[in-house]
DNA sequence: CGTTTGCTTGAATTCTGTCAAAGCAGGTGG
DNA sequence: CCACCTGCTTTGACAGAATTCAAGCAAACG
């Protein structure tokens, strides 16, 4: 189970993790299962926890006056799921984040990973090199959501995360890149003639 | 012309600066005129600086294959610019970032930040209050893009940044939006009637 | 088996971009 | 002071793109 934590901290730090330090980390997170279709945080909640995938998969997803829901990410294994902006200034959800399968996660309060990047030095490296990356890539998308015509936006989520379209419906797909479920799949049944 | 800088981290940390403390600051950086029109980063240049805008205005932009600017974002007083991407990783930038006018800036390397990081606690901590900041509004302009009609993102705008409307053009606010020109000003239009 | 869910297709409609042209400042030089 | 730029915004007409609504189909599931 904390296998897949200690790997991805390694992975991300570039360091070895002692097994004291496992330890530590251990001990500050919580293991919780949630079935598929269930909720990891609803709207109107204040976001509590900060979960890391250990298996299975989620969405996160806002509902507007239209009942229309856009896509905002996705996490997979080894990603990470929360709300930042409910977590931190403690305000109620704007988001969902339904996990789209049975999944295992870890979970850790906002106070308990501020503690734990303190006590060790591995995680604290995670936490950082993952915000940046987190940055880098909502500019990617930004770019692609604001310059990019329908097709544009397909071929780069091709090229960019190729799995997304293994694990996730095209409905969801559709919704991810912000076009309708009809036109992603007339843009698929032209782009197979290429 | 550092008392900008000094505000600015006063306010983003909460905490009050000691005269040693800015001393250490100051003496991290240095100062850049750019004049109206010229650039602070061009693409394919590795971008080697952090920049602090005490007095002008700045956009970061890409430009297509059929040659056409998107705006990813702008810079006003007392916000950052710098391309992350590029800055971490010492690859060529895809963007440029262009003063808008005459600009006075403070600027920093990235190894000179890491160091002052270390030797003021205030300039630490603005750093990661402005990392969540622009994690959040990353996220919320996703949502914009992909799921807002160019009406609402007008709107959005309007309630968002509303002085972006008085320091910049008309086709830059469509190119930051994603709209044509012409969209943005028939949007308008209708607007003046509610 | 019947139901549900996800994906595709078609036709009509709405929205947005493109192209071309004209209006409207503010600034400059004669 | 005026004529002439030049950059920015607005308009109109048209073409193209994407959404909506409705229907059909296939695989998955109880």
New binding site residues.
């Given amino acids: 189970m904390y296998d897949a934590l200690f790997n991805h901290i390694e992975l991300k730090s570039g360091r070895t993790l002692a097994d004291n330090e496992r330890d530590v980390i251990m001990h500050a997170f919580h293991q919780k299962r949630i079935r598929k279709g269930e909720y990891f945080l609803r709207e109107g909640d204040v976001c509590k926890y900060i979960g890391f995938i250990v298996k299975g998969s989620a969405r996160m997803f806002t509902v507007d006056e ?1 009942g ?1 829901e856009h896509i905002i990410r996705f996490g997979l294994e080894s990603w990470w799921i929360s709300d930042h902006e409910s977590l931190v200034n403690l305000t109620p959800s704007t988001y969902f984040i339904e996990m789209l399968e049975d999944s295992e996660l870890l979970i850790i309060s906002l106070p308990g990973a501020r503690e734990l990047r303190h006590k060790s030095r591995c995680f604290n490296l995670t936490v950082s090199v993952l915000d940046k990356f987190q940055a880098i890539a909502m500019q990617k998308r930004i770019h692609a959501a604001i310059g990019m ?3 544009e936006k397909y071929s780069d989520l091709l090229a960019t995360y190729p799995e997304f379209l293994e694990r ?7 919704s991810y890149l ?12 032209n782009a197979i003639h290429k």
Same sequence: chains 1, 2.
């Fill in positions: 239209k229309h015509t329908a097709e996730f419906p095209m409905n969801m797909i559709a912000g076009l309708s479920p009809e036109t992603l799949s007339r843009i698929r049944k």
